[in-house]
């Protein structure tokens, strides 16, 4: 993988963390409504709905640069629907941009002819 690969995951990964809070403090949000009179979902529902967007298209763009397989770009959208898949999401592109840099860099200085 390349730098431009790797970028694509960061920003998947900078995503998911703050789309599985924005999840569940809309799922908190969605009892309070129901127990309380406190009404914030539609705020809530607004935040997390531009960050799910913002996720999907960037699990676009890194399926596409990232040329996974159907299976792992299905992990990772499931991961994104689930209350705090984006958790797991996060931890998992994490290391994989980790390695992406790693092997970049060694390409660069001719250690790996890959």
Known sequence: ????????LRRLRLVSAPEAVSFLLL???????????????????????VLF????????DAWNRATWGFRTAALYFVLSVLPTGGFFADRKLRHEA?????AARARKEGIVNA
Do not use: Q
């Open 1 to 8: 993988m390349d730098i431009k690969t790797a970028s694509a």
């Open 27 to 49: 799922l908190v949000c969605s009892v309070l409504k129901r127990t309380t009179e406190f009404n914030a979902v539609p705020v809530m529902g607004a935040v997390h709905g």
């Open 53 to 60: 967007i913002l996720y999907v298209i960037f699990w676009l």
């Open 98 to 102: 980790e390695a992406s840099v790693i």
